[in-house]
Nanobody, 117 residues
Framework: QVQLVESGGNLVQPGGSLRLSCAAS????????RGWYRQAPGKEREWVAT???????NYANSVKGRFIISRDVAKKMVYLQMDSLKPEDTAVYYC???????????WGQGTQVTVSS
């Protein structure tokens, strides 16, 4: 089992920045990709960004150029630096991990990001 815990969500004004953190614990040796998803009220959960075990990154078009995903392998942490935030970025942000050993998706409990003046 893998446990993921997010932190860093907050209320921020448009144009502002936030940094989300995701701490992993448990059987993480099989984790191949880690990333972030978000779910806005009344909408389906959508993919935001991914970082692979080799360090490759990918981003949704809606956040490309504004968000950066990074990791600290030693600390088992993944981060999402969010700049130039817009009201449409308001959502619950979920940390995600995929294990290639158990073919299992793992999710955190979510952290609320609200962009509003």
């Amino acid at each position: 089992q893998v446990q993921l815990v997010e932190s860093g969500g907050n209320l921020v004004q448009p144009g502002g920045s936030l940094r989300l953190s995701c701490a992993a614990s448990g059987s993480i040796s099989g984790i191949d990709t880690r990333g972030w998803y978000r779910q806005a009220p009344g909408k389906e959960r959508e993919w935001v960004a991914t970082i692979t075990s080799s360090g490759s990154t990918n981003y949704a078009n809606s956040v490309k150029g504004r968000f950066i995903i990074s990791r600290d392998v030693a600390k088992k942490m993944v981060y999402l630096q969010m700049d130039s935030l817009k009201p449409e970025d308001t959502a619950v942000y979920y940390c995600h991990a995929y294990s290639i050993l158990s073919y299992t998706n793992y999710w955190g409990q979510g952290t609320q990001v609200t962009v509003s003046s």
